[in-house]
């Protein structure tokens, strides 16, 4: 009997396996494709690649006002594909050594929970039970596809793309659809705007960017707009065929032609197929319930990442993991939600932490808000052209910072120190005597900390 079996070896899975192990677990961890799981292979790592080859030659194509002129600028997208596949391959190369060096016995096959045997659970996979004290559900979510007519033929067809295909694509496609303003379908859109493809955004909403301040998200919107993105808000995608995407909008059908389509309009948690129902774990339309401490109703078995559906990001499931296995091996850890970063690796970047301004209005909590362009820090003024946002929300009574909102250059590396003031409930007096590195576009939290009263 094994100390812990772990479903699943993305960032959940294979964190927790390595952490067990650490601990000196004997940990067996089942992954029916790649470790590293979609954040690795099909999402995170792979997108900042392809994003980041698009924001160096963005640069280079706008470098005059910086003294670059470039000379025959081209971005290639076979290059830049083959640059993905060698950044996947030597991340994967590392989770496997991770894994190997905490001693986790790693099975590349799908596991199914087959029930309770006497201190623990058996798992199937590939014909052979396995046994152990303690189960970890870690298998993640998959792309939404509603059944809009068209959408899931088109998908078989291979001209609807997911996450997935969209991050392997061999040719840039000349026109572009993506159903979803949300995260994936942003970030898409900035590579292949860059690459060469006519990019439609369709968005249900009024606005992009999701529970994104309202401010940031329009800021971003027009940043979009001024890279030739096309935006179809307020639109309803009612049925997709013949290389057209149908929405409708104030009653009327529009048809926007695409050669190929994205569909990123959100994720589901993995509970189906795993066998949860063989030992009870009770799920609600997010995923496994869980609670503070990452464990399911069902004693010993914990769940952590997408598959809970409470917070869908990387850095989420990598400390939902590591409260679970704290909780396994007896120590007190709790997870606590309400200082989770979140960014968007468009350029310029999004960044935010903490409550937005529409979030604390609908909660009932007074605040206070102070803002200032990016361009008040000495670095982002030598390094940019453009311009960007810094709003920072304290609550009123207290004093403390309860939400930062960045826009622009490095934001997504300045945001956990944003949090950290959350976590701790650093009230704004004390925020201002860290000593922020200068000339450093982080300082542009210490101004807009100065923009508060005492
Ligand atoms: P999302 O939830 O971020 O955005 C989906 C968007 O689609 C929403 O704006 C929604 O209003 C819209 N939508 C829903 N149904 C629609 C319809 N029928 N027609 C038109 N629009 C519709 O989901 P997304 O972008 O698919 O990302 C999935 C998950 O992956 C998210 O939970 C996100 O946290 C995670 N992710 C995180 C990244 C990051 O942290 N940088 C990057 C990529 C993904």
């Known amino acids: 009997m094994h100390d812990l079996i772990v479903l699943g070896g993305g960032p959940a899975g294979y964190l927790a396996s ?3 192990g650490r601990a000196g677990m004997d940990v067996v961890c089942f992954e029916m494709r790649e470790v590293g799981g979609v954040c690795l292979n099909e999402g995170c790592i792979p997108s900042k690649a392809l994003l980041n080859s698009a924001k ?3 640069h280079a194509k706008h470098g005059e006002a910086f003294g670059v002129i470039a000379g025959d600028l081209k971005l290639d997208h076979s290059l830049v594909e083959k640059r993905r596949a060698k950044v996947v391959k030597t991340l994967v190369g590392g989770v496997s050594a991770g894994l190997k060096a905490n001693k986790v016995t790693v099975v590349k096959e799908q596991a199914v929970i087959k029930g309770f045997v006497q201190g623990g659970f058996a798992v199937e996979a590939a014909g052979q039970t396995y046994e152990a004290k303690n189960l970890l559900i870690a298998t993640g979510s998959s792309p939404v596809m509603p059944p809009i007519p068209g959408l899931r033929e088109g998908y078989a ?5 997911t996450n997935r295909e969209v991050l392997a694509l061999a040719e840039v496609p000349a026109k572009l ?5 949300g995260v994936i379908g942003l970030e898409m859109a900035a590579y292949y705007q860059t690459a060469g493809s006519q990019v439609t955004v369709i968005e249900m909403l009024d606005h992009i960017a999701g529970p994104t301040d309202g401010e940031i998200s329009g800021l971003l919107l027009k940043a979009y707009q001024a890279k030739g993105v096309k935006f179809e808000l307020g639109a309803k995608v009612v049925s997709l065929g013949d290389g057209r995407v149908n929405f409708e909008r104030d009653g009327k ?11 990123s309009i959100g994720r589901r948690a993995n509970v189906q197929g795993i066998g949860l129902e063989n030992i009870g774990v009770e799920t609600t339309r997010a995923g496994v319930k869980t609670d503070a401490q990452c464990r399911t109703n069902v004693l010993n078995c914990y769940a952590a990442g997408d598959v809970n559906g409470v917070s869908m990001l990387a850095h989420t499931a990598y400390r939902e993991s590591e409260v679970a296995v704290n909780t396994m091996l007896g120590k007190k850890d709790t997870m606590r939600y309400h200082a989770i970063p979140s960014v968007i690796y468009t350029d310029p970047e999004v960044a935010s932490v903490g409550m937005s301004e529409e979030a604390a209005k609908a909660a009932g909590i007074e605040y206070e808000c102070k803002k200032l362009s990016m361009r008040y820090a000495g670095r982002f003024v030598a390094e940019n052209e453009g311009d960007g946002l810094c709003k920072i929300l304290v609550d009123k009574k207290h004093r403390n910072v309860i939400g930062v ?5 490095y934001s997504s590396e300045i945001i956990w120190g944003a949090a950290e003031m959350i976590e701790t409930e650093l009230r704004v007096v004390d925020a201002r005597e860290i000593v922020f590195p200068h000339p450093t576009v982080s300082e542009i939290i210490r101004e807009v900390l100065w923009a508060f009263e005492d």
């Not at 659809?177 to 303003?181: E, Q, S």
């Not at 059908?253 to 389509?261: C, H, L, M, Q, R």
């Open 405 to 409: 909102h960045m826009l622009g250059t």
């Open 157 to 161: 067809a291979g001209w609807v793309l």
């Open 177 to 181: 659809t993506i159903i979803g303003g």
């Open 253 to 263: 059908t529009v048809a926007v032609e695409s050669d190929k389509v994205l569909c």
């Open 18 to 20: 390595e952490r067990a």
């Open 56 to 58: 160096i030659y963005s």
